[in-house]
Every structure is written in C-alpha cells, then in structure tokens.
C-alpha cells in the first residue's frame, strides 16, 4: 500500500547520521478495526529497511490515514516514525576509553541516560565514575578546604587556606587533584556541580543537561588519563612481548 511496493524509500540513517536511501527488504500492513464514519481510509505499514551506504538495518512505521491529507499542499503527510529513532541534537557519543568491564558498562549507561535525558540517574552515575576512577588510582581521601561561617576561606597563620582531609566525594576529587590525574581548574569545576554533592540519589537536585554535559566533558579526561594511557601502556608491553617471541630462534 501507499508506495511499500516499491524497493527503495528514503529513510533517516543512524549510522550515516541522516537521510539515505534504503532498501526495502519487508514490509507489511497492519489491519486494523476502524469506524469508517471516523476514517475514509487508515493504513498502519512497517517495513524494514536497509542503508545503502552502510547496511545499518532499521524499523520504519508508516501511519496514514484521511487526516493526514494537507488539503492546501493536495497530498498525503503521514506519520513516519523510525527505530531506533535519531538520536536528539544534544546526543554525545561513547569515547573510546579501555575501560575495566564494570566501569565501562556503568560508563556506556552515564551517556545513554545523557542522551535519552535520564538526567538524575545519569548524575547518579557520573558520581559512580568518579568514584571507581578515585578507587582504581588508590584515592581515598584528600584535603578539603575550609571556610567560616560568612564563606570566607580560613587562613592559618601564614595565611595559607586550611584543609582538611575528608573521605566524602569532594576529598576524593581534591586527592585526585594531589595525585596529579586530574587538574585544579577541572576540580573546582566539579565542586561547583551541585548534584555532585549529594551523597545519596533520593537526595540529587535534578541537574540540567547542561550540568551534566559539563561533567562528562570534565571527566572524560580524567578517565582517559586513569585507563586510557594505562591501557595504551599494557597493549604496548603485549607487542613488545609478542615482537620478542617471534624474534626468538
Ligand atoms: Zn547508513
């Protein structure tokens, strides 16, 4: 029905990121009851497409009925929908980082809830990030630094602001700071994040995605830093050994 005979329809890529030509490798109507006083004609079609240019296979459902007829353009406008559907404007994708298991999945979960806009469980797992990156590079704790009452810093002496050493996520971000993976600036970043600084989720401010954007980019390089090299170190080694054995006699 409604051009599915044809083998070939334009359809939204995923993969290519817009519109490409498809394949139509199956498609098939769905009958439906409907009340013809309501409709003058209702036709539910699926299909399934394949990419020309990259064979990312994708669902399309087409629904058209009388009411999608634009009387000033005279032609049909039905309802396209495609799954998996695009990814909204904001959408990051997954950097490449050689994660250990459980902190990749954790890692591919912070984005997909980023980008489905899951935004409290996506803060929940940032903190979750933080933590097993602090806890991979043996930080437990770090210094803190102190303020009075009015929220003015607390000089010592010398004048030097006081710290102290906290085991809460904001030592652990400061020790990351002493342990040199990540830098000053990107730490106070984190500090500002208010949803950071909630220890349990039924706590959280619900962040906006623009807090949230803010802490990946901040953390990514942290875990690059943390995994990536360490990993890009590790596959070295496993050359360098793989390179001795071939060369032994
Ligand atoms: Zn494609």
Partial sequence: ????????????CRECAGERRH???????????????????FEDTWAMLSCRGCDTVAVRRRLATDHHYNFNAEELE??????????????????DYDLPPRLRRLHR???DAFNEEIVTLCAAGLRGLIEGACLEKGVKKGPVPLFDDAGNPKVDASGKQETKIKKNLEGKIAGLVVAGVLGSEGAAHLHELRFLGNEAVHELAAPSLQELKLAIDIIHPVLDAVFGQHTRV???????????KKTKP
């Fill in 1 to 12: 029905m409604a051009g599915d005979e044809m083998k070939e329809e334009k359809a939204y």
């Fill in 78 to 95: 039905p309802d396209i929908s495609i799954y998996p559907p695009a990814p909204p404007d904001h959408a990051i994708s997954v950097p």
């Fill in 234 to 244: 590790e596959s070295l080694k496993a050359l360098k050994a793989i390179r001795k």
């Fill in 23 to 41: 394949d139509v490798l199956f498609s098939h109507e769905i009958e439906h009851d409907y009340n013809p006083e309501d409709f003058a004609f």
């Fill in 109 to 111: 979960e912070v984005i």
